[in-house]
């Protein structure tokens, strides 16, 4: 049976109750005891001082969509809009400006990584963490439910931007992100 109809079947259950204080702390020691787990806090990852200021502008720029090349003897980093390295002629036609007129330092880099922007899988699972994460549970309950239907990341979006948490969820994702980018850097050395 999927999570939606187990919580089609559970809900009724608790609307039957919704007046009793006794049953519904039963229900609440029970799920805080046997069911819910608190989120992990995500490791901090550690990477050499020369690349700090890298994996805030890297994970900035991914947050963007960009395509984000590091110079690793550097610390040295540039953006690419993702349409411009993948499809030059068409980010030509949309804007002027050609790959040759950017005039970019990436291709020179002897040692040099790159960073795609997230998928969407990935993209998800921090919504999703975020979601988790929270203590307003009645905002938790709408990301959850906002997420487990269509338009996922619309909907989410949505209801973000008018919460009182909209700033904190834009601290945990670039937390995420910098994190994401310190993991790919720390494999890479």
């Not at 187990?6 to 109750?17: F, G, Q, R």
């Not at 900035?60 to 411009?84: Q, R």
């Not at 619309?154 to 910098?178: P, V």
């Amino acid at each position: 049976m999927n999570a939606q109809k187990l919580l089609d079947e559970i809900l009724p259950i608790l609307y039957t109750v919704k007046e009793d204080p006794v049953k519904l702390q039963k229900i609440l020691t029970f799920l805080e005891e046997e069911i819910y787990e608190e989120p992990e806090e995500p490791e901090e990852i550690e990477v050499p001082e020369k690349y700090h200021k890298a994996v805030t502008e890297i994970a900035e720029s991914l947050d963007a969509g960009f395509v984000c090349f590091l110079n690793m003897d550097t610390g040295e980093t540039e953006g690419i809009p993702k349409d411009m390295l993948y499809d030059p002629e068409d980010f030509e036609d949309m804007t002027g400006e050609s790959f040759e007129s950017m005039n970019f330092k990436y291709p020179e880099w002897e040692n040099c990584m790159t960073f795609e922007p997230l998928e969407s899988h990935e993209s998800f699972k921090i919504m999703r963490d975020f979601t988790d994460s929270l203590k307003d549970r009645k905002l938790q309950n709408r990301l959850a439910n906002a997420l487990n239907n269509q338009k996922p990341f619309a909907n989410f979006k949505f209801i973000i931007d008018n919460s009182a948490h909209r700033q904190d969820w834009f601290d945990f994702k670039k937390k995420c992100l910098e994190n994401h980018v310190k993991e790919l850097i720390s494999q890479e050395l």
